[in-house]
């Protein structure tokens, strides 16, 4: 009876080894939670980056005024008969 007590005992500090330690641990799933919370604000960012350029891209579509505005930004476009002066401080 006392082998099987001891027995009982040893499978239950085992058992709680692979708990509190082991492979699937408590440990190993907070830091997995914590890592995912992580992931989905990075995800957050992201969409909202995703939506601001799929509004730039409905607006280029719909429009020349944003096309030429794009255009005269990123490029340095000027229209003919028109003078351009740049300014540097």
């Known amino acids: 009876m006392r082998a099987l007590v001891v027995f009982l005992f040893l499978a239950l ?3 709680q080894y692979k708990f509190w330690v082991g492979d699937a641990s408590i440990w190993q ?5 914590k890592k995912l ?3 989905e604000a990075e995800n957050k960012q992201l969409a909202a980056r995703n ?6 891209i409905l607006e280029l579509h ?10 005269r930004h990123e ?3 000027v229209k003919d008969g028109e003078i351009y002066y740049q300014f540097f401080e």
């Not at 719909?62 to 255009?71: K, N, P, T």
């Open 75 to 77: 490029l340095g476009m």
């Open 29 to 33: 799933w907070h830091r997995l939670e």
């Open 37 to 39: 919370e992580t992931v």
């Open 62 to 71: 719909s429009g020349d005024q944003a096309l030429e505005e794009q255009a």
């Open 13 to 15: 500090l085992a058992l």
């Open 51 to 56: 939506r601001a350029l799929e509004a730039d």
